[in-house]
């Protein structure tokens, strides 16, 4: 599988932008996934996951509210809308596959298999 995310950008605080992984080589229709970001010098967070069959989302709190996971199973493709976006969300985003079927509900990264190059979200005050 190989993930590839892109949409991000630079924008203002308040902005929005949505972004795009889209998997290709297999489906992950079956598989939970979801985004984490990264600044240098800190670990690497989890912002969202969902599950394969978009019946549960989980966030970490400093996104809820703000921040949309979705996904369209048809386009393999996962989603992460980001509304009202704050100095501290400037990270390097990550989309990510967990490698067990059903047994991921976010909160950390381990057993994800597959990651997708980041993209950049700066966001300035």
């Known amino acids: 599988v190989q993930l590839q995310a892109y949409g991000g950008g630079s924008v203002q605080a308040g902005d929005s932008l949505r972004l795009s992984c889209a998997a290709s080589g297999r489906s992950i229709s079956s598989y939970d996934v979801g985004w984490f970001r990264h600044v240098p010098g800190k670990p690497r967070e989890f912002v969202a996951a969902i599950k394969s069959t978009s019946s549960n989302e989980y966030y970490a709190d400093s996104v809820k509210g703000r921040f949309t996971i979705s996904r369209d199973n048809a386009k393999n493709t996962l989603y992460l809308q980001m509304n009202s976006l704050k100095p501290e969300d400037t990270a390097v985003y990550y989309c990510?596959?967990?490698?067990?079927?059903?047994?991921?509900?976010?909160?950390?990264?381990?057993?994800?298999?597959?990651w997708g190059k980041g993209t950049q979200v700066t966001v300035s005050s």
């Open positions: 990510a596959k967990h490698m067990v079927v059903g047994s991921w509900y976010g909160g950390h990264y381990y057993g994800m298999d597959y």
